[in-house]
């Protein structure tokens, strides 16, 4: 169902930071080790070989990733490009464009997310049908093979990512705030764009995003997670691929939110929730809202309020009076904010598709009131492309060059995260956009996520 986009999908890494020189190696082999090898050959016998082509980089951070494990167990190996000449031993990560590579890549198979390791003369190949699965199984075979110095037979491992957590907390970090627009498609039909002279492209209506969605929700493993444009009707579908891991922020409203936020139970609680629908005529379908929650921390003991925000979505010269709206919309999420804050003095994150940039009045308003924006004041990692594209009944496509921008700084965005009043209490560490081809045909909206330090 899904065969000409996954031929698409290649790789995705967490930390999608570009390529960079990789300096030579220790020279010669390091000292033997009893446990770990493969197919019972000496691991300093191979080269780590890499596709430099891949998407944002993910075979040259899986195989940085690799190399590291297998030096901190005595092995130093040497990284290549898939472009220098074939070695007689290596670890292929990724397609690399090598025999042992071409059948696995040669179609499509199976689900998006499956992985495999195998080995077969003299090529020991992590492969995968998507970025992440590759991730996955570089993973397994640094914490379940290298670092326990267990050997890799010839035996072919195969895995699948759907329900697993790929993407570790930044360094120093210990909460993770997840944010996604998911865009409504409630329809039951497929729309014509999806397929192309070749067949279905992907398949929009509820119950299959709903399942990738849970996928990415799995992988990313937030504490704390919202959404925009969550309809009632995916909630059906979406809901059993989340629990019992995740909750659903309850509130004494009885109005649909279309602006949740969920939560990991081992990960926090909840003190304290309220939804908030904005007033028409801005908000189309009652779909204009906020969720605003008080979570406590368990591991570090410290509250935290969260809010997640869908702010009215015309633009001025289509609508007359838009950008009065939302500066309202923001205006009473700020004074709300502030309302608690008279009682609890706490780091507070907003979040949401807001419809505005960061030039907007709306936004300003943050702004003005003390707020940092995560895109251009994460200590560590920023993003600041837009992490937007085309998705809709007329179809899906990549993000152009001046969406993927990341020189724009967050300007040309309307997906934000605010924090404010952390203080010694919590720091914003990395802020993250997820950019992957897989993603494309689920939201218009790319998924973004922080890590934060609470202390």
């Known amino acids: 169902m899904k065969r000409i986009l996954l031929l698409m999908t290649v790789a995705f890494a967490t930390a999608a930071c570009g390529e960079k020189p990789i300096p ?29 082509d891949e998407e944002d980089n993910a075979s040259y951070q899986a195989a940085l990733d690799l190399r590291t494990a297998l030096k901190s167990i005595g092995y130093v190996l040497n990284v290549a490009k898939s472009s220098t000449p074939v070695k007689e031993k290596e670890i292929l990560v990724g397609n690399c464009g090598r025999e042992g590579n071409k059948e ?61 957590q ?29 397929y192309s002279e070749n067949g279905l492209l992907y398949d929009p209506r509820n119950a299959n995003r709903a399942m ?35 909750a659903q922020v309850t509130t004494s409203s009885s109005s649909w939110s279309f602006t949740p936020l969920f939560y990991d139970p081992q990960k926090v609680s909840v003190k304290k929730a309220e939804y908030v629908l904005f007033p028409s005529p801005w908000s189309n379908s009652n779909s204009k809202s906020y969720t605003i929650a008080l979570f406590n921390h368990k591991a570090s003991m410290k509250d935290f309020i969260v809010v997640c925000t869908h702010l009215w979505w015309k633009s001025e010269s289509a609508a007359a009076g838009s950008n009065q709206a939302r500066l309202d919309q923001s205006n009473m999420i700020l004074k709300k904010v ?44 920023k993003d600041g492309s837009r992490g937007y594209h085309a998705c809709s009944e007329s179809g899906f496509a990549p993000e152009t060059a001046d969406q993927a921008d990341p020189t724009k700084n967050g300007t040309t965005a309307i997906d934000h995260i605010w924090f404010k009043n952390c203080g010694t209490t919590a720091t914003v560490r990395d802020y993250w956009i997820v950019h992957t081809r897989f993603t494309l045909p689920m939201s218009d909206h790319a998924p973004r996520f922080i890590d934060v330090s609470m202390k």
């Not at 390791?117 to 049908?129: C, D, P, R, T, V």
């Not at 990415?216 to 704390?224: E, H, L, S």
């Open 338 to 381: 502030q309302e608690w804050l008279i009682s609890y003095d706490v780091p507070v994150f907003v979040m949401g598709d807001m419809n505005c940039n960061l030039s907007s009045d709306a936004m300003k308003a943050y702004i003005n009131d003390g707020y940092k924006s995560a895109a251009q004041d994460a200590v560590n990692h």
């Open 166 to 194: 790929v993407f570790e907390l930044s360094a120093g970090t210990n909460l993770r705030i997840f944010d996604w627009n998911i865009w409504q498609y409630d329809a039951t039909t497929i729309p014509a764009a999806f």
């Open 212 to 246: 990738d969605f849970g996928a990415v929700i799995k992988a990313t493993a937030p504490d704390v997670f919202g959404l925009q444009e969550y309809s009632s009707k995916m909630n059906t579908e979406f809901i059993k691929y989340v629990t019992p891991q995740f």
């Open 104 to 164: 696995y890549y040669s179609s499509a198979r199976g689900d998006i997310f499956d992985w495999q390791i195998s080995y077969e003369n003299g090529k020991l190949m992590l492969q995968a049908q998507n970025s992440w699965g590759l991730k996955a199984a570089a993973n397994t075979l640094r914490d379940s093979y290298i670092a326990r110095k267990e050997p890799f037979s010839s035996e072919s491992l195969s895995g699948n990512c759907r329900r697993t």
């Open 24 to 52: 030579d190696p220790v020279p010669g082999p390091g000292p033997a080790v009893e446990g770990f090898s493969i197919a019972g050959l000496n691991p300093a016998d191979f080269t780590i070989v890499y596709n430099p």
